[in-house]
């Protein structure tokens, strides 16, 4: 709240403000990327990624479906293809061992997304993208404070993604960043940030005036977003802490469950350092999960099901196209639950939701 009161007292309340710049520098210092920039949502920034790519109609971009809608319209919205592949079983994240038969002449870009906070596997990802001369784009919404391999994601690519809005780890209500790893794109991406004109290089004085440069829209957010944000990313750290408490809390709950097979866990590779965005788990094949939802809605219990498959939708069938078999995804869709994770959560209520899975025989 005195973040907020000094941008209102200094009366700098659109954006790229003395808040927003604080917590350009905290993201380029705790992430690593070359350049962050905040956006007004994380889809924002998924499009400042497609328009920086120069993705083109016919335009071709691997992804899993296992995810929300902005991933494939920021490329849609370019005349992109988003072709799906299946996502692996254990975190859940786009298959790898897929991804290089699903690559043609016109594939032009590898979008990964770090569900739940979960890195994927980066390296074959990164490898497979320089044989092919394909550019990584994360979807690290979910992966605020996360790591693969020692690396925060979405500092990992040629560009990273994160969202800060009210339901991710850090928040600002909306809000998220576009974070630029290749050094070469950086320019051209506050240009078309700035609603395609060069005005932060006037701002610095390197140029004498501003002018239209190139296409672009008004990605920006208020810089009274951006006070509450850096309060948000100043306690980064207790908040992380305080998640993984709730969140290791479950899944030491929940063992005996997974080992008389009434759902398995969620898997962390070695590899990752996650960041408890949230805790779900599957239920066996067959099960009733409308049943179980119910139970819990009728047990005051706010737990829900995730993402309809993006090419089981309409919009889906309609602008993207399948690679192979997608059967994890659409399994996944049907027997996966999020357990409530928010920061504050009590023992004695994590209890309460452990009971109503474990009351029930599938």
Same mark, same amino acid.
């Given at each position: 709240?005195r ?10 309340l659109?954006g790229? $403000?003395?808040f927003?710049?604080?917590?350009h520098a ?5 992430v $690593? &990327?070359a ?6 949502? &994380? #889809?924002?920034a ?13 335009d ?6 296992y ?7 920021a490329?849609?919205?370019?005349? +992109?293809?988003p072709?799906f592949v299946d996502i692996?079983e254990? #975190? ?14 016109? #594939? ?8 739940a906070?979960v ?6 990802i990164l ?5 092919h001369?394909?550019k ?8 605020? #404070? ?6 925060p994601?979405g ?5 990273? !993604? ?10 600002? +209500?909306? $809000? ?9 794109l950086s320019q051209?991406?506050e240009?078309? /940030? ?8 006037? @701002? ?6 501003? !002018?239209?440069q ?8 208020s810089?009274?977003?951006?006070a509450f ?6 306690? *980064?750290e207790?908040i992380?802490?305080?998640?993984l /408490?709730?969140?290791?809390r479950?899944?030491e709950?929940?063992g005996?469950?997974e080992q *008389?097979?009434q759902?398995r866990?969620?898997v962390?590779?070695?590899?990752c350092? %996650?960041?408890a %965005?949230?805790?779900?788990?599957l239920l066996?094949?067959? *099960? ?7 139970? @819990? ?22 602008? &993207?196209?399948?690679?192979g078999?997608m059967?994890?995804t659409?399994?996944?869709?049907e027997?996966?639950i ?8 009590t *023992?004695?209520a ?7 899975l ?5």
């Open positions: 709240m973040y907020i009161a000094e941008a209102r007292v200094a009366q700098h659109s790229d $403000g003395a927003t710049k604080r917590c905290w993201l380029e210092e705790n $690593g &990327c350049k962050a920039l905040l956006t007004h949502s &994380c #889809t924002a998924l499009e400042m990624s497609a328009i920086l790519l120069d993705i083109a109609p016919g071709e971009i691997i992804m899993p479906s995810t929300f809608t902005s991933t494939a319209n490329f849609v919205l370019r005349g +992109g293809v072709v692996r254990d #975190t859940l994240n786009l298959d790898e061992r897929l991804v290089e038969d699903a690559i043609t002449p016109r #594939t032009r870009a590898i979008v990964v997304v770090h569900y906070g890195g994927c596997d980066m390296d074959a490898d497979i993208a320089r044989r001369g394909l990584v784009v994360e979807d690290a919404a979910q992966g605020a #404070t996360a790591r693969y391999k020692g690396r994601l500092s990992i690519g040629d560009l990273g !993604t994160l969202s800060f809005h009210e339901t991710k780890n850090l928040i600002s +209500g909306e $809000g998220g960043a576009l974070l630029i790893n290749d050094p070469g051209r991406a240009i078309i /940030r700035e609603k395609g004109t060069d005005r932060s290089r006037f @701002f610095r004085g390197e140029v004498d005036k501003y !002018t239209w190139d296409v672009g829209s008004s990605y920006l957010p810089d009274l977003l951006a944000l850096l309060a948000q990313l100043e306690d *980064a207790s992380a802490a305080e998640r /408490r709730i969140w290791n479950y899944h709950m929940l005996p469950l *008389a097979g759902l866990r969620p962390v590779p070695d590899a350092e %996650h960041n %965005h949230l805790y779900y788990v066996p094949k067959g *099960a009733d999960r409308p049943g179980m939802l119910a139970r @819990f809605r009728d047990n005051g219990v706010n737990a829900i099901f995730h993402y309809v498959p993006l090419h089981e939708s309409p919009a889906g069938r309609r602008f &993207c196209r399948v690679h078999d059967r994890v659409t399994q996944t869709a027997r996966l999020r357990l409530p994770l928010w920061h504050g959560l *023992a004695a994590q209890e309460r939701v452990v009971a109503v474990g009351a029930v025989e599938h």
